[in-house]
């Protein structure tokens, strides 16, 4: 069961999305401030944090900050009051992934952290190896011999996520959600759209190939 730390001072809110969140599956622990939670991802395994803003002592942006300092890539999802567009710009600049303002609506915050959550298991692999083909996440990358394909983000965790997953088929909207992310404006031609895109990079590529399911979406075959 995957744990949330809940990163927030105000004690009706911690426990409105704790009983939230235990409901739907997770465990949950609480932290009061940024130097409490940096305290606990130190010496336990959370999956996402869940981190408030005005907070005593480290406020959000200072946590996330340091976190990402620290090369810890647990995803964080900023909850706040603060909803100005520059705020938000600071908060992902100094890294978070994701970010919503209050008061929240608890089903989608749950639809937000499932899909912070699923992309970060993708990421979490790294690289695939296919024969001699190398798929690094690290470079965003494709490597066979001495042939080396630089992908743009969205296009490299397109492939990245098909590859994982060989032989299963993701709808265009498993797709926007995971890839584009839960709020994102996106529509089912700009998958069609990179998905066309990697097939002509990516043509000679006898190792694996991507599929298109008529009235479902996608899937991958490897072929080693």
């Known amino acids: 069961m995957e744990t949330i730390l809940i990163v927030e001072d105000d004690p009706h809110t911690q426990e409105l999305m704790s009983i939230y969140l235990r409901n739907n599956g997770f465990q949950t622990m609480i932290a009061h ?3 409490q939670a940096l305290t606990i991802i130190d010496q336990q395994t959370i999956a996402l944090a869940l981190v408030d803003i005005m907070m005593p002592e480290m406020d959000g942006y200072q946590l996330t900050e340091a976190l990402r300092q620290a090369n810890y890539q647990l995803p964080i999802l900023m909850v706040t009051a603060k909803e100005t567009p520059s705020e938000k710009k600071k908060g992902f600049l100094v890294g978070t992934d994701d970010y919503m303002t209050k008061p929240v609506d608890q089903e989608e915050m749950l639809l937000r952290i499932r899909a912070l959550l699923r ?38 965790f397109l492939l990245f996520k098909l590859l994982s997953y060989p032989g299963k088929i993701f709808t ?9 992310g839960y709020d994102s404006q996106t529509d089912a031609k700009t998958v069609n759209v990179h998905i066309n895109r990697l097939r002509e ?11 298109t399911v008529r009235g479902l979406g996608y899937k991958a075959e490897r072929h080693l």
């Open 33 to 35: 401030n940024g130097t």
């Open 172 to 180: 265009r909207l498993q797709l926007m959600d995971d890839i584009w």
């Open 119 to 156: 992309r970060s298991k993708i990421m979490a692999k790294n690289r695939i190896t296919l024969g001699e083909v190398t798929i690094d996440a690290d470079y965003l990358q494709i490597r066979k011999g001495q042939e080396i394909i630089h992908l743009p983000q969205k296009e490299f």
């Open 201 to 211: 990079k990516l043509a000679h590529f006898t190792e694996f190939t991507i599929i």
